[in-house]
């Protein structure tokens, strides 16, 4: 199938739940970009920085990029004037990096929380005590140029699907238990939860996601 289609289908899949997708594009060509785009999909997600901003320079300015891979804080600074969402934070100096290139660029950048919630040694993220501690900080209340809107999580690479449905519903048994205890402020929004990737997103959709990450399912596998 073409991935018009592909994204057609998929759109269909995620009709009467909360999920919205974002099409992981890393290492897919300009051409498979722009096919997309003609198919009105304009929320793009990229693992790498640096394959983001060389993209960005050739695509139109109405996308919507997401930068859902591990974030080194040196890296930041290349796509502060544009990116839409951070989705992988999981440290308090990622987020005071963000906060200081956020405030050069005039803007406020919105941002997930990375939790850990796989059953794997490889995965990064914040445990939920780390996250409650960051949010709870003084230095997390001084930024001014942040939002934390939600939290991301990546199920553990498995084809057991109850342990993946496990996964997601205690991230968002954990975001609803943070929505409830802690007070929402101009830099914590609570609204979005991304997980769910090409396997497992409808489960992910099932569980409460708000934004699901599906690359090979619209691009295929290279």
Known sequence: MSIAKNLEHINLQ???TTARLIAVTKTKPIADLEEAYQANCKTFGENKVQEMVEKWEILPKDIEWHLIGHLQS???KYMASFVAMIHSVDS????????????????????????????????????QD???????????????????VGLMGMATN?????????????????FDELKASIPESDTLQLKEISMGMSGDFLIAAEEGST????????????
């Open 92 to 127: 308090l100096k990622l987020l005071q990096e963000i906060n200081k290139q956020a405030t050069k660029n005039n803007r406020i950048i919105d941002c997930l929380l990375q939790i850990y919630i796989a059953q794997e040694e490889t995965k990064f993220g914040l445990s």
């Open 211 to 222: 934004l699901v990450r599906v690359g090979s399912a619209i691009f295929g596998h290279r």
């Open 14 to 16: 995620l009709q009467g």
């Open 158 to 174: 498995t084809d057991d699907q109850a342990q993946i449905r496990l996964e997601f519903r205690s991230l968002k048994t954990f």
């Open 130 to 148: 780390e996250a409650k501690e960051l949010l709870q900080s003084d230095e997390f209340k001084s930024m001014k140029n942040i939002k934390i």
């Open 74 to 76: 040196n890296k930041v």
